[in-house]
């Protein structure tokens, strides 16, 4: 039967995109700002949101982080967020930069969507200090978020501005005391604030922004080089990796700069393709059974290790140990070993597993504990999967169950 032809006109007509915008220095980013997005994005009816960190001041601003650092914290926020992406618009221009002009140059970059600026209510009040604000109107929806205390000049200011051809919806979200000024206060003292995301703290210490001591020593000389080594899934991951690993050594008494470098740089060959793991495995005369040769996901652990010495220049052996055997384990494991192998299960991205959260609680109360009780776990996905186990594996479980508790304390305190 034929369509009918409104029917196939209706069809054709690609949906219109609907694209908010958030702009700010994102000093740091934080979860109120991704809750504002989240907001806009179900009342406003978006298609998705663009976040716009604001470049470098003309002149220096005290508390101001570099913009690259700004752009990377809100990227690393963003990552796994399919509908919010971070933008360059304002960071790569110059001069002043006026809402007009990026609302023009978005227009241009997206011809048929519909643009809806994500603001909140100070700003609504401000809007007609804004250069051709007029102008602005005619581009743009306002989709407003409210504020803390209750000011009785905006529904006068709405009005007015609505005369001119402004268009305002407002959104329910209840407004929050969270702010990065009050972030980066904690910060200064030595605290890790309530609503930054750990990826982003762990940046902010590897980069050793707002006043926080850089850790760990040299991370932030390598890590443009991990970051273009790993997708940005698994950039993510290892920022994880390394903020639990950094938890758990403050929980047991172990070294956490160790931990930390541990963690960033544990699946560092991880996106390599098995044909290069192996290449790196001769060259390097890796002593390796068939079984870890033969495959990506064990392989890349101990060549993970040789290019934690060779291309990031770490040689510290406790450090490469622990990327070496984060795979299948080692009879002999060292707390750094067990603190790694357990940080890579119970990352806060982890999606969940049976056991997941009874390790997570394990892991932080006896390292032991968590590694017989992540083995089980593993021993068991195996038996229902109905796959081979790795004899590493079987062996490192053997040598778990035969500690007597006094055994399994002198471990954790470096036997
Ligand atoms: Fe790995
Ligand atoms: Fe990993």
């Known amino acids: 039967m034929s369509k009918d032809p409104v029917e196939i006109k209706r069809e054709e007509t690609p949906p219109k995109e ?7 220095s994102f000093n740091p980013i934080h979860s109120r700002h991704l809750d504002l997005a989240v907001s806009a994005l179900k009342e406003g009816r978006l298609t998705r949101v663009l976040f716009l960190p604001t470049g470098n001041p003309p002149h220096k601003k005290e508390g101001l982080a570099p913009a690259e650092d700004r752009f990377e914290m809100t990227r690393l926020a963003l990552i796994g967020k399919p509908l919010f992406t971070a933008s360059r618009i304002e960071l790569d221009r ?3 930069i006026y809402t007009l002009d990026t609302l023009l140059l978005l227009k241009k970059q997206f011809p048929f969507a519909e643009l809806f600026y994500i603001i909140g209510e100070d700003t609504l009040l401000d809007l007609p200090n804004w250069h051709q604000p007029d102008e602005v109107f005619a581009l743009c929806h306002f989709l407003v978020s409210r504020r803390l205390s209750d000011n009785a000049a905006i529904p006068s200011m709405r009005q007015e501005l609505e005369v ?3 268009r ?3 959104l329910s979200l209840a407004p929050m005391d969270i702010s990065s000024t009050d972030i980066r206060q904690s ?3 030595g605290l890790e604030p309530n609503g930054l995301m750990p990826q982003v703290m762990e940046y902010i210490r590897i980069m050793g922004l707002y006043g926080v001591p850089a850790s760990p020593p040299r991370a932030a000389s390598f890590y443009p080089t ?5 997708s940005d899934k698994r950039l993510l991951h290892s920022l994880l990796v390394a903020h639990t690993a950094r938890e758990l050594a403050q929980i047991h008494g172990e070294d956490p700069d160790a931990a930390a470098l541990a963690g960033l740089l544990h699946d560092c060959a991880k996106c390599l393709p098995l ?4 290449r790196i495995a001769q060259e390097q005369h890796l002593l390796l059974d068939e079984e870890t040769l033969a495959s990506q996901s064990l392989l890349h652990g101990p060549v993970g290790a040789e290019l934690t010495k060779t291309r990031y220049g770490i040689d510290d052996p406790n450090i490469l140990s622990a990327i070496g055997c984060h795979t299948v384990g080692k009879v002999g494991m060292l707390p750094l070993d067990m603190i790694l192998y357990l940080a890579d299960k119970i990352e806060p991205s982890r999606t969940l597993y049976p056991a997941l959260l009874e390790v997570r609680a394990l892991a932080r109360e006896d390292l032991v504990a968590g590694m017989n009780r992540m083995l089980q776990s593993t021993m068991e996905y195996v038996t229902t999967q109905k796959t081979a186990l790795h004899p590493s594996t079987q062996r490192v479980a053997d040598w778990l169950a035969r500690l007597t508790p006094q055994e399994s304390k ?6």
């Open 94 to 96: 110059s001069g002043t």
């Open 275 to 278: 044909l290069e793991l192996k």
């Open 18 to 24: 609907r694209i908010g915008i958030m702009g700010g």
């Open 226 to 230: 991990l970051r273009s080594a790993l």
């Open 187 to 189: 910060l200064s003292q």
């Open 168 to 170: 305002f919806t407002f």
């Open 164 to 166: 001119r051809g402004a």
């Open 410 to 415: 002198r471990s954790e305190a470096h036997e």
